[in-house]
């Protein structure tokens, strides 16, 4: 993972409602207009917040209609899990403030 998909995606998940909207689908694919009634955004609000996470690669969708469906795309938070992980304090110990 190059250190622009990490900042892509930090900067995704730097945003409450996009949080959410990750939150809603680890649940499972949900069509774009379950994700409006929940969040209780305007459909491009929305659109903007699903752009972010799809250019990130966090999300995917399908289009089924005129419906967007999106789900998690579990490789790439893998990844960024892996990143994440391997962040160490390089063997200091941590003291509280």
Known sequence: MTREEIAAICKAMSDINR???IEML???EKCGCNLL???QVTQP???HHM???????????KKDGKWQHYSI???KFKEYNEY???????GKEY???
């Open 51 to 61: 752009k972010v996470l799809s250019d990130c690669g966090l999300v995917i969708s």
């Open 37 to 39: 009634d929940e969040l």
């Open 26 to 28: 680890i649940q499972g």
């Open 73 to 75: 795309n579990c490789n």
């Open 19 to 21: 949080l959410r909207i």
């Open 84 to 90: 994440i992980t391997s962040i160490t304090c390089c």
């Open 45 to 47: 609000t929305l659109s």
């Open 95 to 97: 003291k509280k403030l």
